[in-house]
């Protein structure tokens, strides 16, 4: 470890050296630090998919699976027919109770190796919870035929489904990606949804580019919305989404908590690697449960005041920001129901004196 570590000082840079240290650190379950080495590594190699898959794994493997799922699909983004990643996916959707999403992933990587009898196990166990003793019943053949899940010769349907995408993608060749019903019609049906948007519980759109959040208005029943990695600026147009639980915004360039007041439903918000200065505007979450707000532009206890008025927010990342305001911990010994607390990587954590007993013995709870 002192060894790569020496390594990692001399040339920060050496994408290998960040990937054995993140090996490293996982197996000394630093999970923290392992995450931060895989995806110092992508700085160069963004386009491998098995280091995306260490990330998502990594997340996972630190009971972080809501955020371990945008990893895992960036990888199967990179490598479409990747059952290893399929099944991860799978994994991570099951520790969330998206036992329905969780079968699908599994299903998909059976497709790609339907000899793998511990995905096939993993398949039983979601049927189980979902009480489809009939389909526990099939998977006991371990015949992939019988779910209809034919890879080698493309149906008609697929046929067709192709040379569709073919077309929307010639006519939008050159052009800035925008939010319109054609193209989100196209992401339903390429992440296996529906194209009557009011069917659709789940939408990912993240990865493309988009600029603004529009074009929603009616996909109403969805339950997740992934936009990571787009170029928004602004968080806008989701009025309708009054069913929504689960929003996911990290890797754009939001400069502020806004437009949320509908969203009476949401539990799970990601707004890692924005722009923030301040959280002000999520009060307005009455069943806000996990925030993720890392690596923004936080500096002062004030710019977290408004996390004590979430009445069931049990876990926050705040790590990485410019935090080094001692008030800190009084705002977070104000939060009733926080149990689990990241904010490595901000000056307030060298800055105070045995900065770990000093929150363990404010906060017991954690």
């Known amino acids: 470890m002192q060894l790569m ?45 098995a280091l995306w898959n260490k990330i998502g794994a990594t997340l996972a493997n630190s009971a972080r699976s809501s955020e371990a ?29 998206n036992y329905e999403e969780a079968t699908k992933c599994y299903l998909q990587a059976l497709s790609l190796n339907n000899r793998a009898d511990h995905i096939w196990s993993y398949l039983r166990i979601c049927f189980t919870c979902m009480e489809r003793f009939d389909l526990v019943k099939v998977a006991d053949t371990k015949d992939i035929a019988r779910f209809q899940m034919s890879t ?26 925008v939010m319109d019903a054609e ?20 939408l990912y759109a993240h990865f493309r580019g988009f600029q603004r959040i529009e074009g929603l208005e009616a996909y109403f029943n969805l339950k997740a919305l992934w936009l990571e990695s787009n170029g928004l600026s602004r968080i806008e147009n989701l009025d309708h989404l009054v069913n929504l639980r689960c929003l996911y915004l990290s890797k754009n360039l939001i400069e502020k908590v806004e437009n949320l007041c ?74 009733p129901m926080l149990k689990a607390l990241r904010i490595t990587g901000n000056p307030v954590v ?10 363990i013995a404010a906060l017991p709870q954690l």
């Open 152 to 177: 080698s010769v493309m149906s008609p349907f697929d046929r067709l489904r192709e040379l569709e995408k073919k077309r929307f993608h010639e006519e939008r060749k050159g052009q800035v990606p």
């Open 350 to 359: 060298s800055t105070t004196r045995s900065f770990r007993k000093t929150y």
């Open 69 to 97: 799922i945008p990893a895992y699909h960036r990888a199967l983004e990179l490598k479409p027919r990747y059952a290893r990643g399929w099944l991860n996916l799978g994994i991570s959707h099951a520790n969330l109770g």
């Open 262 to 335: 509908t969203l009476r439903e949401l539990n799970t918000l990601d707004l890692s690697e924005n722009r923030i200065q301040t959280l002000a505007g999520l009060a307005q979450l009455p069943n806000l449960l996990s925030l993720n707000a890392s690596r923004n532009q936080l500096t002062t206890s004030a710019d977290l005041e408004e996390l004590a008025q979430c009445p069931l927010l049990n876990n926050i990342d705040i790590s990485h920001n410019s935090i080094d305001d001692p008030e800190v911990l009084t705002v977070l010994k104000k939060i």
């Open 5 to 49: 570590l020496q390594a990692r000082a001399h040339d920060p840079s050496d994408s290998d050296v960040q990937v054995v240290l993140g090996v490293l650190y996982n197996v000394s379950k630093d999970y923290d630090a392992a995450v931060e080495s895989f995806k110092a590594a992508t700085d160069s190699r963004s386009d491998e998919y």
């Open 183 to 202: 193209t989100l019609r196209e992401l339903c049906l390429d992440n296996d949804g529906y194209e009557t948007p009011e069917l659709n519980d789940s």
